[in-house]
């Protein structure tokens, strides 16, 4: 029997919000959207169900929404993910094939998927939206099997996107997925967070399905840190390789035999000598600790003096002597302590290397160290008794594999923003009203937070007006250090929040105060219980100044691992992010709500705190979309909220390909041709900020290059018409064919495919040079150098019309009709456009014998003697006339096309 759709909607729900309170409680800025697939018996689909997150459009908490598909179609969630079948058309048959295709990735990036309907004709920017270093989504499937009412039972495969995941955590998800937290808590969930009867089935009770330990999802978190941690303490055990990827997590309750956690935490809880724990220890197999030459001991215990790891106040006094920076460690395996040592990178090979660094008070993080080669740095080929040795760089690998506070896992760094800070200040402060003065002292603050987050022990530094300043620092003068106001040098601010207490500045960016203990009332409704006195301290004094009258204040409370906290936090800021994920999940529905868009989107544009990143995220949807209006409300809006210094290479160039692919859409409606210029002219200035802000490590400068020579390309020939900017015709021109060069040259020097498009662009930006020359000899050399790079085209498809088009244009400028009509004749093959027929009859009618030409072409790339009515009739009108003076002329022009040449082009093409 099937589930009833109010049943099926309750589990989804309970699902939904199980999943979503544990990923926000790793890391708030994870979003998740899933698909509900249910299955019979027989493992035939027969409902699939959207499940996401929804933002009311007034105030109140998010819900859970979800829409039943019409049609049974998996194709659908496919192209609403953006994922392609390893094979066109070869959807997983089996909700185990649907999770295994999913967890070997073998979808394309959500930037490398073309919409079906899209139209060949339209003008495609190369960049991808979104790098793959910029690509912050997973996709996962599973299932769980539900017995319902009325003996309803089915399958439920749940086909999850989750968003905002960092990029150290998504590569162990697919590289490494056996160091994978995020992975191994999923495989979990769906194994052993719920309750099942006898049969290995879910079930509701009251609208509830029951935690199996019952457990919340905080809980469920420290389960499997507990078991992460157990798990890599039987990996070091057994001297676990890290190179062959394993997807599937068993079950293994092994893993809680082992008590690392409790060790190591018990360790972090402990201060030496006032100090809290910083230091690192490095796990490896007992059999590699002895390899010889990989670790230099600086102390190595006696084997009778190994410490136990439960040992916590002897490790705790050793890890004093350990140093980071020093690549100097304590070193131990499963169950000991060795020694103190450093090692041997270069002969670790495949063994196993996890590091523990202590970062505070029950602050851990646990790392995975591992070596790569960098073949393309630093090589050198050496020959030693004739054998041949290549040497190269070796490169560390640092992968954090899960950090935890108080026992509790995060991942990623939900960390410090210069960008949410400094909009925090001006909020505060200024209300968006601040001045160039204002944006110095801005900059000023946010300079001397991140170097505050530089020292070890954690502190605090307080903002005020300057007269809130003075004022509050007679009142705490007696539990301050008060100093002559003003600017203090950034690199000292690490040695001056040494003491305990806060540094107090002004909005002018000038210091009060050193070792501030702040006062405040405690009041029920104020602090946080899991959180240290130093957040609480600090959220008492914001509530004394607030309750005292319209005193603003802002605090950065930094903690001993360098992590921070900014107050006042701004209330809609969850809010904020919730609306812009679920209006990326209303994009990508097809068709997309647009009244639902236009309400969701009027908050996030109308914020003066929105995030930029948000916005350029919303923005790349509709770009992807080719909703290219709203693109460019939101990247404009998201370049307006982040200034220049915040904004990426990867996000200059989304901005650009937004304008350019707006004034290419314009084409085909009314438009002004002023607006168009204006479009394209904020696409090229994007385009030079993505190269001028781009890093020599990004790779994507050949990119940025081919998209500015691409919207220059676009904007010349409407320049062109204006004959009184013909010298900012030539510059754009002239900065076209630079552009279009330096991408081609970077792709040869990155060993990338060539591409057909650069070299038909730079032909087209010469041939436009050249037309517009004055000087004849010039003017021959633009066209032959444009003649070179429609073959290089040509070479790689030879099909294209535009090229063939072009290249005959050319060789009528020199008069070279034979190989003009060639061109024509193959277009006229692969295209049947009016212009090309009637070029050919124009040549013909001129040049008569010029037909054998067409003839032996058209034929040559057909393969059939046929030709098209119209040169089929100069063809027999040619040899009317010919007939009439010359019988043998006749026979040999035959047995010529019964016989045509090779072509050229194709015999290149077959190469």
Same mark, same amino acid.
């Given at each position: 029997?099937?589930?009833?759709?109010?049943?099926?909607?309750?589990?989804?729900?309970?699902?939904?919000?199980?999943?979503?309170?544990?990923?926000?409680k790793l890391n708030k800025r994870i979003h998740l959207k899933l698909y509900a697939l249910v299955y019979d018996n027989n493992e035939e689909l027969i409902k699939i169900v959207r499940v996401k997150k929804t933002v009311p459009a007034s105030n109140g908490e998010p819900g859970v929404a979800q829409d039943i598909f019409p049609e049974v179609d998996?194709?659908?969630?496919?192209?609403?993910?953006?994922?392609?079948?390893?094979?066109?058309?070869?959807?997983?048959?089996?909700?185990?094939?649907?999770?295994?295709?999913?967890?070997?990735?073998?979808?394309?990036?959500?930037?490398?998927?073309?919409?079906?309907?899209?139209?060949?004709?339209?003008?495609?920017?190369?960049?991808?939206?979104?790098?793959?270093?910029?690509?912050?989504?997973?996709?996962?499937?599973?299932?769980?099997?539900?017995?319902?009412?009325?003996?309803?039972?089915?399958?439920?495969?749940?086909?999850?996107?989750?968003?905002?995941?960092?990029?150290?955590s998504r590569e162990l998800f697919f590289s490494r997925p056996q160091f994978s937290f995020l992975r191994m808590s999923l495989d979990y969930f769906f194994g052993n967070y719920f309750s099942v009867n006898s049969t290995g089935e879910i079930t509701l009770q009251d609208n509830k399905i029951q935690s199996r330990f019952d457990e919340d999802p905080?809980?469920?978190?420290?389960?499997?840190?507990?078991?992460?941690?157990?798990?890599?303490?039987?990996?070091?055990?057994?001297?676990?390789?890290?190179?062959?990827?394993?997807?599937?997590?068993?079950?293994?309750?092994?893993?809680?035999?082992?008590?690392?956690?409790?060790?190591?935490?018990?360790?972090?809880?402990?201060?030496?000598?006032?100090?809290?724990?910083?230091?690192?220890?490095?796990?490896?197999?007992?059999?590699?600790?002895?390899?010889?030459?990989?670790?230099?001991?600086?102390?190595?215990?006696?084997?009778?003096?190994?410490?136990?790891?439960?040992?916590?106040?002897?490790?705790?006094?050793?890890?004093?002597?350990?140093?980071?920076?020093?690549?100097?460690?304590?070193?131990?395996?499963?169950?000991?302590?060795?020694?103190?040592?450093?090692?041997?990178?270069?002969?670790?090979?495949?063994?196993?290397?996890?590091?523990?660094?202590?970062?505070?008070?029950?602050?851990?993080?646990?790392?995975?160290?591992?070596?790569?080669?960098?073949?393309?740095?630093?090589?050198?080929?050496?020959?030693?008794?004739?054998?041949?040795?290549?040497?190269?760089?070796?490169?560390?690998?640092?992968?954090?594999?899960?950090?935890?506070?108080?026992?509790?896992?995060?991942?990623?760094?939900?960390?410090?923003?210069?960008?949410?800070?400094?909009?925090?200040?001006?909020?505060?402060?200024?209300?968006?009203?601040?001045?160039?003065?204002?944006?110095?002292?801005?900059?000023?603050?946010?300079?001397?937070?991140?170097?505050?987050?530089?020292?070890?022990?954690?502190?605090?530094?307080?903002?005020?007006?300057?007269?809130?300043?003075?004022?509050?620092?007679?009142?705490?003068?007696?539990?301050?250090?008060?100093?002559?106001?003003?600017?203090?040098?950034?690199?000292?601010?690490?040695?001056?929040?040494?003491?305990?207490?806060?540094i107090y500045f002004d909005t002018q960016a000038r210091c009060h105060a050193l070792g501030v203990i702040l006062d405040g009332n405690a009041k029920p409704d104020i602090g946080d219980p899991s959180r240290g006195a130093r957040f609480n301290s600090a959220h008492r004094y914001l509530h004394k100044l607030k309750d005292s009258g319209e005193q603003?204040?802002?605090?950065?409370?930094?903690?001993?691992?360098?992590?921070?906290?900014?107050?006042?936090?701004?209330?809609?800021?969850?809010?904020?992010?919730?609306?812009?994920?679920?209006?990326?999940?209303?994009?990508?529905? %097809?068709?997309? @709500?647009?009244? *639902? !868009?236009?309400? +969701?989107?009027?908050?996030?544009? &109308?914020?003066? =705190?929105?995030? $930029?990143?948000?916005?350029?995220?919303?923005?790349?949807?509709?770009?992807?979309?080719?909703?290219?209006?709203?693109?460019?409300?939101?990247?404009?809006?998201?370049?307006?909220?982040?200034?220049?210094?915040?904004?990426?290479?990867?996000?200059?160039?989304?901005?650009?390909?937004?304008?350019?692919?707006?004034?290419?859409?314009?084409?085909?409606?009314?438009? %002004?041709?002023? @607006?168009?210029? *204006? !479009?394209?002219? +904020?696409?090229?200035?994007?385009? &030079?900020?993505? =190269?001028?802000? $781009?890093?020599?490590?990004?790779?994507?400068?050949?990119?940025?290059?081919?998209?500015?020579?691409?919207?220059?390309?676009?904007?010349?020939?409407?320049?062109?018409?204006?004959?009184?900017?013909?010298?900012?015709?030539?510059?754009?021109?002239?900065?076209?064919?630079?552009?279009?060069?330096?991408?081609?040259?970077?792709?040869?020097?990155?060993?990338?495919?060539?591409?057909?498009?650069?070299?038909?662009?730079?032909?087209?930006?010469?041939?436009?040079?050249?037309?517009?020359?004055?000087?004849?000899?010039?003017?021959?050399?633009?066209?032959?150098?444009?003649?070179?790079?429609?073959?290089?085209?040509?070479?790689?498809?030879?099909?294209?019309?535009?090229?063939?088009?072009?290249?005959?244009?050319?060789?009528?400028?020199?008069?070279?009709?034979?190989?003009?009509?060639?061109?024509?004749?193959?277009?006229?093959?692969?295209?049947?456009?009016?212009?090309?027929?009637?070029?050919?009859?124009?040549?013909?009618?001129?040049?008569?014998?010029?037909?054998?030409?067409?003839?032996?072409?058209?034929?040559?790339?057909?393969?059939?003697?046929?030709?098209?009515?119209?040169?089929?009739?100069?063809?027999?009108?040619?040899?009317?006339?010919?007939?009439?003076?010359?019988?043998?002329?006749?026979?040999?022009?035959?047995?010529?096309?019964?016989?045509?040449?090779?072509?050229?082009?194709?015999?290149?093409?077959?190469?």
């Amino acid at each position: 029997m099937e589930i009833s759709k109010k049943e099926l909607s309750t589990v989804n729900e309970i699902i939904y919000k199980n999943m979503d309170l544990w990923l926000k409680k790793l890391n708030k800025r994870i979003h998740l959207k899933l698909y509900a697939l249910v299955y019979d018996n027989n493992e035939e689909l027969i409902k699939i169900v959207r499940v996401k997150k929804t933002v009311p459009a007034s105030n109140g908490e998010p819900g859970v929404a979800q829409d039943i598909f019409p049609e049974v179609d998996l194709q659908r969630v496919f192209d609403e993910l953006r994922i392609l079948p390893a094979a066109e058309g070869d959807l997983p048959a089996t909700m185990e094939a649907l999770k295994g295709f999913l967890d070997q990735q073998c979808y394309k990036p959500p930037a490398d998927y073309k919409q079906k309907n899209a139209e060949d004709k339209e003008e495609e920017v190369e960049i991808k939206a979104q790098p793959e270093s910029e690509d912050t989504r997973l996709l996962y499937a599973n299932h769980l099997r539900y017995a319902g009412a009325k003996n309803t039972q089915v399958m439920l495969s749940y086909l999850l996107e989750i968003r905002n995941v960092d990029p150290v955590s998504r590569e162990l998800f697919f590289s490494r997925p056996q160091f994978s937290f995020l992975r191994m808590s999923l495989d979990y969930f769906f194994g052993n967070y719920f309750s099942v009867n006898s049969t290995g089935e879910i079930t509701l009770q009251d609208n509830k399905i029951q935690s199996r330990f019952d457990e919340d999802p905080l809980l469920f978190n420290r389960r499997m840190s507990r078991l992460f941690f157990g798990k890599m303490q039987e990996y070091i055990l057994s001297n676990k390789s890290a190179d062959a990827p394993e997807f599937n997590n068993d079950l293994k309750f092994d893993y809680s035999i082992h008590n690392l956690m409790e060790q190591m935490d018990e360790i972090s809880s402990l201060p030496y000598e006032n100090a809290s724990p910083f230091g690192s220890i490095l796990f490896l197999h007992s059999q590699a600790i002895d390899l010889p030459g990989l670790i230099r001991f600086s102390i190595r215990f006696k084997e009778t003096g190994r410490i136990l790891l439960d040992d916590a106040k002897r490790i705790r006094k050793l890890l004093e002597l350990t140093n980071e920076d020093k690549d100097l460690y304590l070193i131990a395996d499963h169950r000991y302590i060795y020694g103190l040592g450093e090692v041997n990178w270069n002969l670790q090979h495949s063994t196993l290397a996890v590091r523990l660094d202590f970062n505070g008070l029950s602050k851990l993080k646990l790392v995975l160290v591992h070596t790569e080669a960098e073949l393309s740095k630093g090589g050198e080929l050496i020959v030693e008794n004739d054998k041949r040795y290549y040497r190269s760089d070796l490169a560390m690998v640092e992968q954090q594999l899960i950090s935890l506070s108080s026992k509790n896992p995060r991942l990623g760094e939900e960390g410090y923003s210069s960008e949410r800070f400094m909009k925090l200040l001006e909020n505060t402060f200024w209300k968006d009203q601040s001045t160039a003065a204002h944006q110095s002292s801005i900059e000023a603050l946010d300079l001397i937070v991140r170097k505050a987050r530089e020292q070890k022990h954690g502190t605090m530094v307080v903002i005020t007006s300057p007269d809130t300043a003075k004022q509050e620092l007679i009142t705490l003068s007696k539990q301050s250090t008060p100093i002559e106001e003003k600017a203090i040098h950034p690199d000292h601010v690490k040695f001056l929040t040494a003491i305990d207490g806060a540094i107090y500045f002004d909005t002018q960016a000038r210091c009060h105060a050193l070792g501030v203990i702040l006062d405040g009332n405690a009041k029920p409704d104020i602090g946080d219980p899991s959180r240290g006195a130093r957040f609480n301290s600090a959220h008492r004094y914001l509530h004394k100044l607030k309750d005292s009258g319209e005193q603003e204040c802002v605090i950065a409370i930094i903690s001993e691992d360098g992590m921070v906290n900014l107050i006042p936090e701004n209330e809609n800021e969850d809010l904020l992010l919730a609306t812009a994920e679920e209006m990326i999940d209303l994009i990508n529905v %097809d068709p997309p @709500d647009l009244n *639902k !868009l236009e309400a +969701k989107g009027k908050l996030l544009l &109308e914020s003066s =705190i929105v995030d $930029s990143e948000w916005l350029f995220k919303v923005g790349r949807a509709c770009w992807d979309k080719k909703m290219y209006d709203r693109a460019i409300q939101f990247v404009s809006h998201a370049e307006t909220q982040a200034k220049s210094e915040f904004i990426t290479a990867s996000q200059y160039n989304l901005i650009g390909n937004c304008f350019h692919n707006k004034a290419v859409s314009q084409k085909v409606e009314p438009y %002004d041709e002023q @607006d168009i210029i *204006k !479009l394209y002219e +904020k696409a090229i200035a994007m385009y &030079e900020k993505a =190269i001028e802000n $781009s890093l020599s490590s990004e790779n994507w400068n050949h990119i940025y290059n081919s998209n500015l020579g691409n919207s220059c390309s676009y904007l010349f020939p409407i320049l062109k018409k204006d004959n009184n900017s013909l010298t900012y015709f030539h510059a754009i021109l002239d900065k076209a064919i630079h552009s279009l060069s330096e991408a081609i040259e970077e792709r040869k020097r990155r060993s990338l495919k060539n591409n057909k498009k650069l070299y038909f662009k730079r032909a087209y930006c010469l041939q436009g040079q050249a037309e517009t020359e004055e000087n004849e000899a010039n003017k021959e050399v633009l066209y032959r150098k444009s003649m070179d790079d429609y073959n290089l085209s040509l070479e790689l498809e030879p099909k294209d019309t535009d090229s063939l088009w072009n290249k005959s244009l050319i060789h009528e400028y020199f008069n070279e009709l034979n190989d003009a009509v060639e061109c024509l004749a193959r277009a006229l093959v692969n295209k049947n456009e009016e212009k090309f027929m009637k070029k050919l009859v124009k040549f013909i009618n001129k040049q008569p014998d010029l037909i054998l030409v067409a003839r032996a072409a058209y034929t040559a790339q057909t393969g059939s003697a046929s030709l098209p009515p119209e040169l089929d009739e100069l063809y027999e009108a040619y040899l009317g006339k010919l007939e009439a003076f010359d019988l043998e002329g006749v026979a040999a022009a035959k047995e010529m096309l019964s016989h045509p040449k090779p072509d050229s082009d194709e015999e290149l093409d077959s190469n």
